[in-house]
């Protein structure tokens, strides 16, 4: 199915890529508990799961929001949509780091107030040696935030983007090969890094939407799903990491559209469901667990509990919502 036709018959759920974020999200999550609690990480992909990320937004974004920018949405109406959609659980992240940082003495009081003003702005702290000192996985969400409002701003109004990619790969792997692979905004010396790594993977799902459409590469989303993380850390493991990540820009598009396929609603929604909530609230729940010297497994009980209860919660006020316009349609007045 072409993007047009998609937009045309309406948008179904892709349960493959649900399905995808879910085991991108579980290989962050990994990554910060054996890190934290020094245990071997055997499969090192949470950067490129974190490409991930940032490609399958542009990706669902031009799905979801293509049509209704060129239509008059606006990038600043659009930024603020996006916005409320992060907001709640990246709140709840950031309010559990703060009671870590305030019950622990970690911070000095004008970095965690900093920290506040920073998670409710999605915008790092430039102050000492964190600038997310609340919660160190969010400046994903700040990278995220950016490229939805360049999206709405300058790339839904541009049919070909080709160029931008291509200027956009080069710069990255300038930039990456200078700071010897990908960085997270942890210095705001990385900020050059990650806008660009973000920018390379969302132009990619962008562009991979609007030629592909939905169309599935196999019949299955299974197989791609399951590969992922086992091929990208192969990856990891024979490439230095900047190389490696300039590598993982070609698979992007075999992941994204070999999971295009079906998958069971159950395992797509559940993987789906948790993948966000847990990204945004498992890094200070880490350090938290580990200061009260609660085992990974007693740690990795409680990220999961806390992001299923969020994904239930999520999906309940969501379905209450759409419960209020169907009220709402059946009792307003139509023309006789």
């Known amino acids: 199915m072409s993007a047009r036709q998609g937009r045309a018959l309406g948008m179904t759920r892709l349960h493959g ?17 054996c890190h934290y609690y020094f245990l071997p990480d055997l499969l090192p992909i949470a950067g490129r799961s974190v490409d991930l990320f940032f490609a399958l ?31 709640p659980c990246a709140f709840i992240g950031g309010g559990i780091g703060l009671v870590f940082a305030v019950a622990t003495g970690y911070f000095p009081n004008h970095v965690v107030v900093a920290g506040v003003i920073g998670t409710i702005l999605f915008l790092p702290v430039p102050i000492g040696a964190f600038t997310y000192p609340l919660n160190g996985a969010a400046w994903s969400l700040t990278v995220e935030l950016f490229l939805n409002w360049v999206h709405g701003a300058f790339l839904a109004r541009r049919e070909r983007l080709w160029l931008v990619l291509a200027v956009a790969v080069a710069l990255y792997a300038v930039v990456a090969w200078r700071d010897g692979g990908t960085h997270s905004l942890s210095s705001m010396a990385y900020l050059p890094n990650t806008l660009l790594r973000g920018l390379s993977c969302y132009v990619i799902g962008v562009i991979l939407y609007r030629t592909c459409g939905d169309r599935a590469l196999w019949r ?10 086992f091929v990208t850390a192969a990856l990891q493991y024979a490439l230095a990491d900047w190389i490696a990540s300039l590598v993982f820009l070609g698979l992007i598009p075999v992941f994204i559209r070999g999971t295009l396929g079906q998958m069971p609603a159950a395992i ?3 993987l789906g469901g948790l993948s966000y909530p847990l990204y945004a609230t498992h890094f200070p729940i880490i350090l938290f667990s580990r200061a009260l010297g609660i085992s990974p497994l007693g740690t990795t009980v409680i990220c999961l509990a806390v992001a299923a209860l969020l994904m239930l919660t999520v999906e309940a006020a969501r379905t209450g919502k759409s419960n209020t316009r169907a009220s709402d349609q059946m009792r307003a007045p139509h023309p006789g």
């Not at 669902?60 to 049509?67: E, F, G, H, S």
């Not at 299974?222 to 993380?229: E, G, K, S």
Request: hydrophobic share 55%; aromatic share 10%; proline share 3%.
């Open 268 to 270: 797509g929604g559940v």
């Open 57 to 87: 937004s542009g990706f669902v974004m031009a799905r979801t929001y293509d049509a209704k920018l060129r239509e008059g949405l606006g990038a600043t109406r659009f930024l603020l949509k996006r916005y409320n959609r992060l907001a």
């Open 17 to 33: 890529l649900d399905a995808l974020r879910g085991v991108a999200a579980l290989a962050v999550f990994l990554h910060h508990l």
């Open 220 to 229: 299955s989303a299974a197989p791609a799903v399951i590969a992922f993380p």
